[in-house]
């Protein structure tokens, strides 16, 4: 008999995305011409955090601190000029001089805003980082979502208001949604997945998916087992409905997460 387990890890947010006009998104000037305008303005983000990380501050996580890793998790709201809302945007970092060093390189940055055309023209990115210090390269880097899963490396990143749920787990109490979308997630893939034959273990399996902004969902990557049962997990995750969004500060949000499989075949 085919049991499955499964718990969501929601780790990292604002993935590549196209852009129709009008935007549905501030973006960097730079940006405007590219295919990605989304894609092009959180990798603009990213190296521009990573940078703030200087070899002085790299010296004193490192040696005094003695971290091998760190998180930066921010929900960075912009208004219809394109600039920053301080009093709506948080920071988590708890290593000071950078947080500050972060919040004033938010405060600086000019962003073409979304359309007039929406009813709402804020704009909000979800941006969470964990830095993993290199021996070799000695300074620190933004590792991938499948890094920390392999390492199994815990992170503390700050919440949105609602992570993405499934279909018919709305209409219940806030704090129940979760568990019901672990739960229709468990029979969704109970149904859908068709395991090759000759497997009588316990299987971990890793989907990474995106969520966009709408609930269509994208799967990025699986990780472990061997291929046969990656192209059947692939197979049923492709047919995963259309979930509703996750949403920071009342505004849906584009999200990463990976979907943890425990599959017992015995």
Do not use: W
Request: proline residues 5%; charged residues 25%; aromatic residues 8%.
């Amino acid at each position: 008999m085919k049991n499955i387990l499964i718990a969501i890890l929601f780790m990292a947010s604002a993935v590549a995305m196209a852009q129709k006009k009008p935007l549905q998104q501030a973006v960097f000037q730079e940006c405007l011409n590219r295919e990605f305008t989304s894609k092009c303005t959180t990798d603009r983000f990213k190296s521009d955090i990573t940078n703030l990380i200087s070899k002085e501050i790299t010296d004193d996580i490192s040696n005094n601190l003695r971290a091998d890793f760190f998180t930066v998790s921010i929900i960075l709201l912009i208004d219809e000029n394109g600039r920053m809302i301080s009093e709506e945007t948080d920071i988590l970092c708890e290593y000071l001089p950078l947080k500050t060093a972060i919040a004033n390189y938010l405060k600086s940055i000019q962003l073409q805003p979304k359309s007039n055309e929406k009813k709402d023209q804020r704009s909000v990115f979800t941006l969470n980082y964990t830095f993993v210090f290199s021996p070799i390269d000695k300074k620190y880097y933004a590792a991938s979502a499948g890094e920390l899963y392999t390492k199994k490396i815990i992170t503390k990143y700050l919440p949105p208001d609602s992570n993405p749920v499934f279909p018919g787990c709305t209409d219940i109490d806030h704090d129940k949604e979760s568990e019901c979308t672990q739960e229709k997630l468990s029979r969704f893939f109970s149904k859908k997945l068709l395991l090759p034959s000759g497997i009588s273990s316990t299987i971990t399996v890793g989907i990474f998916i995106t969520v966009d902004t709408n609930g269509e969902v994208t799967v990025n990557r699986i990780i472990g087992g061997n291929e046969d049962i990656q192209e059947e997990v692939m197979h049923a995750a492709l047919r995963l409905p259309k979930l509703i969004p996750a949403k920071a500060r009342g505004i849906p949000v584009e999200f990463t997460g990976i979907i943890p499989l425990y599959i017992n075949t015995k």
